[in-house]
Nanobody, 122 residues
Framework: VQLQASGGGLVSAGGSLRLSCAASGSFFKINTMAWYGQAPGKQRDLVAQITSGGSTYYADSVKGRFTISRDNAKNTVSLQMNSLKPEDTAVYYC?????????????????WGQGTQVTVSS
């Protein structure tokens, strides 16, 4: 599965950005879709995720400001980022879990997108 992310950029504090990630390739089912953020010199952390059933999780630092959504027909996941803060500055990566089959056996795997830079100026 290949992931193509888009939507990053430079924005002033308080502004908004929308990240999108499209999955393509061969798979039986897309499972959980997620966004991770990696600030300079720090580890990659989970920002938000959404299951195939639509259940969502948000890191405490983004609750009430970010909204994750998915379009199952288009195999896309989006992250609406509002009220951005300088501490949100990071490279954001989409991550997708998916199921394929080897013969009759289901196999679950994951893929990472290429990362998109989000910079929030104060």
């Amino acid at each position: 599965v290949q992931l193509q992310a888009s939507g990053g950029g430079l924005v002033s504090a308080g502004g908004s950005l929308r990240l999108s990630c499209a999955a393509s390739g061969s798979f039986f089912k897309i499972n959980t879709m997620a966004w991770y953020g990696q600030a300079p010199g720090k580890q990659r952390d989970l920002v938000a995720q959404i299951t195939s059933g639509g259940s969502t999780y948000y890191a405490d630092s983004v609750k009430g400001r970010f909204t994750i959504s998915r379009d199952n027909a288009k195999n896309t996941v989006s992250l609406q980022m509002n009220s951005l803060k300088p501490e949100d500055t990071a490279v954001y990566y989409c991550n997708v879990g998916y199921t394929t089959y080897r013969g009759s056996s289901p196999v679950t795997s994951g893929s990472w997108g290429q990362g998109t830079q989000v910079t929030v100026s104060s």
